[in-house]
């Protein structure tokens, strides 16, 4: 309902009126209280959200494509309904948050074609290949894991939709962390290939998956206003040191080792981790990584292909309105 | 041409027998046989509900938050439509 009737993006009007109203929006973030899509809200606010929301729609989408690999594969009948389950989760996700970004008033079609043009990012991790089926295990554990720490405190974002959406996501990602880790459990307790294959898997997303949380404290460029907004609850170095403090103890029980030999555990009981590797991340990020030009040339070709079934719905439903309004010309 | 932007629906789903249907999401259909099956797929995975309701977006007129003190306010000053604003004798007992 909120895209029909949104107010128009605000220009950068400084006129009195824009203060007050900015004055009045601020003490509302203050008080606790929840933006809703047709309340007056900054340009700022709105482009920030917009860009947060989309980018994270993108991810669930574009995440499909890592474990879609493997559904055809998995061991089990077990394990492949499971995983297509959820798989299909994902998408879900992503129109939950299509639908919450939308409210900020671009439309679904305009965002997923800024993502197939290679102008909106989605998260650098889906940027690496699943090669093993314990991937799919590391991916569950690791990358739902680290998601759900991240989308937890969205739960209490200031902007009502993105808040409501993150709640129902996070609802159905603890299955798929769980699901996740009891295949890393059955491999650790397999034979010494199969474990050492669940080792390999950790060994190559370790580090990725704690790139996820976004760049360093000191050097991200959207942390400060997105606090002040009450966006973001935690820094991602906050958010990162909390996974590592997680993660630790659950690689122990499989018996696998983390691949940081830097790694300590400090006096108050953090796992203080080594320096992660920032140019491997600026890479991904600007396209170079393993798999961003087969992502996004996959996310392509689905929506080439997928063409004739929107213009053919379309056409069904404007041929049948066009019949309902003949009949009541009758 | 380009095709026109798939319209919007709201979807409301009653989650057991006896209690109202309520505004759980919206998504995108050509018509509302395909807004209720999306509506299945997308809000109904693990059992949410017993009936869906799929309403055009542009169906629902919706009142302005920027006027909500004139819509809202003279509820507030009506205190004499609660009823702790009546006195009734504790003898008389629970009312």
Redesign the interface.
Known sequence: ?????LNTAEADDRSLEDAARAAQFEARIDAEERI?P???MPAAYRKTLTRQISQHAHSEIVGMLPEGNWITRAPTLRRKAALL?KV??EC?HG??LY?AA?TLGT???ELIDAMLAGKAKYSSIFNYPTLTWADIGTIGWLVDGAAIMNQIPLCRCSYGPYA??MI?VCK?ESFHQRQGYEIMLTLCRGSDEQKAMGQDALNRWWWPVLMMFGPPDATSQHSDTSTKWKIKRFSNDELRQKFVDATVPQAQYLGLTIPDPGMIQDDDGHWRYSEIDWTEFKQVLAGNGPCNRDRIAARRKAHDEGAWV??A??A??AK?AHRRTARAAE | MATPNTPLWEVFIRSRNGLAHKHVGSLHANDATMALQAARDIYTRRGEGLSIWVVPSTAITASDPAEKGMMFEPAESKIYRHPTFYEVPEEVGHM
Do not use: K, V
């Open positions: 309902m909120y895209t029909q009737a809703e047709n309340d007056w389950a299909q989760d879900g129109l939950y639908a939308e439309s679904r079609e409501r959406a129902r159905e929107r213009e719905a379309a069904y439903a049948r």
